[in-house]
């Protein structure tokens, strides 16, 4: 299984750029890295999902080395409705049963 | 929108009943899952299944069964409810695909007394 380490908390303000990394040392090779938002007493939200290199969509960009063996989620300039759980996904490549959520990043944004 | 639909908000139960978790989707999606949420654990794939009548254990599946009946509606079971089973349990469904994005329901937090 590609377990997933994620760092358990992150504080930023208002307007800063946030970066959460992932790191997945024994990604396979046909894996994907997708990742969730989670706000309290709802269920977790797909936000952006990658293969390698760079993904950009409306709400943030997903960076992977070429090694593949991490992957950093960046939020531009992020705001209070920020604040949430992000989780990385690592897998699928073998069958289903080898996906394998992180434990979850909490970013907690002040003003 | 994909909307993942779970019966219930907040359920207890008692040590040793049977109890069951309904999940519902209306996207016509063929896969669908199971997940336990627990602080400090993150999400663990409990079951999930790709097709109607069919299912696959995940990480956790002691204690659980699943159900299947129609592609809309995938069920968790635990056949006799213990106080380790206490948890927030969350549905989520995708369409074919090993990495396609799963759609998640808002959780069912089930308290075993």
């Known amino acids: 299984l590609a377990k997933t380490t994620q760092p358990i908390s992150m504080d930023s303000y208002e307007g800063q750029e946030v970066n959460i990394t992932c790191s997945h040392n024994?990604?396979?090779?046909?894996?994907?890295i997708t990742w969730y938002q989670q706000f309290p007493s709802q269920g977790p939200r797909f936000i952006i999902q990658?293969?390698?290199t760079k993904v950009t969509n409306e709400v943030a960009s997903l960076f992977i080395p070429a090694d593949r063996k991490s992957s950093t989620l960046s939020l531009p300039r992020v705001s209070l409705s920020d604040t949430a759980v992000y989780y990385c996904?690592?897998?699928?490549?073998?069958?289903?049963?080898?996906?394998?959520f992180g434990k979850g990043t909490m970013l907690l944004v002040s003003p | 929108d994909v909307k993942v639909t779970q019966s219930s908000r907040y359920l207890v139960k008692r040590t040793g009943e049977k109890v069951f978790l309904e999940c519902v989707q209306d996207m016509d999606h063929e896969n669908m899952f199971w997940y336990r949420q627990d602080p400090g654990l993150g999400l663990r794939l409990i079951y999930f299944?790709?097709?109607?009548?069919?299912?696959e254990k995940g990480d956790i599946p002691e204690g659980y069964s699943v159900s299947r009946e129609k592609k809309e509606r995938f069920s968790l079971i635990l056949e006799s409810a213990s106080t380790n089973q206490t948890s927030m349990y969350l549905c989520?469904?995708?369409?074919?695909?090993?990495?396609?994005?799963?759609?998640f329901g808002d959780g069912t937090r089930l308290s075993i007394l």
């Open positions: 024994n990604i396979a090779t046909n894996d994907y």
């Open positions: 990658g293969y390698k």
């Open positions: 996904l690592v897998g699928g490549a073998k069958g289903y049963s080898t996906l394998t």
């Open positions: 989520a469904s995708s369409v074919t695909g090993l990495n396609q994005p799963q759609h």
């Open positions: 299944s790709y097709d109607v009548k069919m299912k």
